[in-house]
């Protein structure tokens, strides 16, 4: 199964929620593979604490993938935003 989220729609948080809950619910039977060209998707993924496990490539299209792996003692902790604080003004 292929899924990803459209362009227009990203940088919305889209892509962290659904990770997010397949990660948390099925993070040891996941197997994920990204086109090595696409350093957005794998900056994001390396972010979420995901590993390379192993780079391949195509015969028929001769491009070349990353397969990424949970670590053996994987546990998913989602990234908690810590509120902006605003500079006090002083008078």
């Known amino acids: 199964m292929r899924i990803g ?3 227009r ?4 948080g889209i892509g962290r929620k659904l990770m ?12 994920l593979d990204v086109s090595t060209d696409n350093q957005q998707a794998i900056s994001f993924y390396h972010r979420l604490g995901l590993i390379i496990d ?6 028929e299209d001769n491009v070349e993938f990353a397969s990424f792996a949970t670590p053996e ?3 998913y ?3 908690t935003r810590t509120p902006k604080i605003e500079e006090a003004k002083i008078d």
């Open 5 to 7: 989220v459209r362009a």
């Open 9 to 12: 729609c990203q940088r919305q």
């Open 77 to 79: 902790r989602p990234r």
């Open 54 to 59: 192993r780079t391949y490539t195509t015969e």
């Open 20 to 31: 997010e809950y397949l990660l948390v619910n099925y993070s040891a039977h996941l197997s």
């Open 73 to 75: 003692d994987f546990v």
